[in-house]
């Protein structure tokens, strides 16, 4: 059983950055997919990044439209940590940002959507004031 731990959210001003991290446990290996998620209140949860390492040991990412040229996602050698680097922050990014993991790859067509992810972590409050 895969556990998942967030930390790095907290408070920043428009403009500013934020990293967050993401601790596995139990991580079974190379090949799974781990995504970052957010939900702001009232909204539902949307992916926000998602990378796996693929059997060439090359890391695939994928981001959703509105982050791709702010966020960073990446993942440690070991891969017991997947981070997400966050710059150029906006009020619409304020969201409970949740780490997620599935045991297979991620795939253009499916990292984003909730119901194809077992676990999940307890999240963690990021807010971006004007």
């Known amino acids: 059983q895969v556990q998942l731990v967030e930390s790095g959210g907290g408070s920043v001003q428009v403009g500013g950055s934020l990293t967050l991290s993401c601790a596995a446990s139990?991580?079974?290996?190379?090949?799974?997919?781990v995504a970052w998620f957010r939900q702001a209140p009232g909204n539902p949860r949307e992916g926000v990044a998602a990378?796996?390492?693929?059997?060439?040991?090359?890391?695939?990412?994928y981001y959703t439209d509105s982050v791709e040229d702010r966020f960073t996602i990446s993942q440690d050698s070991a891969k017991s940590t997947v981070t997400l680097q966050m710059n150029r922050l906006n009020p619409a990014d304020t969201a409970m940002y949740y780490c997620a993991a599935r045991p297979n790859r991620c795939d253009s067509r499916s990292w984003g959507l909730v119901a194809r992810y077992r676990n999940w972590g307890q999240g963690t409050q990021v807010t971006v004031s004007s």
């Open positions: 990378i796996h390492q693929g059997s060439d040991n090359a890391y695939y990412t």
């Open positions: 139990g991580h079974s290996g190379s090949g799974n997919c």
